[in-house]
């Protein structure tokens, strides 16, 4: 299983962005993707979660800010965030969980998942 992100960068506090993970080499359809974030000095912050149905899970701090959603035919799972703030600054993962994957509040545990990621890093700037 791979998995590879993109679209982050450089964007002024109330911009957008749309981060996209690509996933492949999943045997079978019961896997799960989620994002994580690492801002310098904090720790890895879970921020959502997305299974292969459609199931989604947000970290409550977050809600309404970032929508996760996927397009199984591009195996990307997208990751909208809207109303950037400094403090979202970090660099974002995405991980896959491919056997006993979680749809509750452990989705959001990077313990959850298998594969993860290079990263890639946002910058917002005040």
């Known amino acids: 299983v791979q998995v590879v992100e993109s679209g982050g960068g450089l964007v002024q506090a109330g911009g957008s962005l749309r981060l996209s993970c690509v996933a492949s080499?999943?045997?079978?359809?019961?896997?799960?993707i989620g994002w994580f974030r690492q801002a310098p000095g904090k720790e890895r912050e879970g921020v959502s979660y997305i299974s292969s149905d459609g199931r989604t899970y947000y970290v409550d701090s977050l809600k309404g800010r970032f929508t996760i959603s996927s397009d199984n035919a591009k195996n990307t799972v997208y990751l909208q965030i809207d109303s950037l703030k400094p403090e979202d600054t970090a660099v974002y993962y995405c991980a896959a969980c491919v056997t006993g994957c979680y749809s509750d509040y452990r989705s959001l545990m990077g313990r959850s998942y298998d594969y993860w990621g290079q990263g890639t890093q946002v910058t917002v700037s005040s």
């Open positions: 080499g999943f045997i079978h359809d019961d896997y799960a």
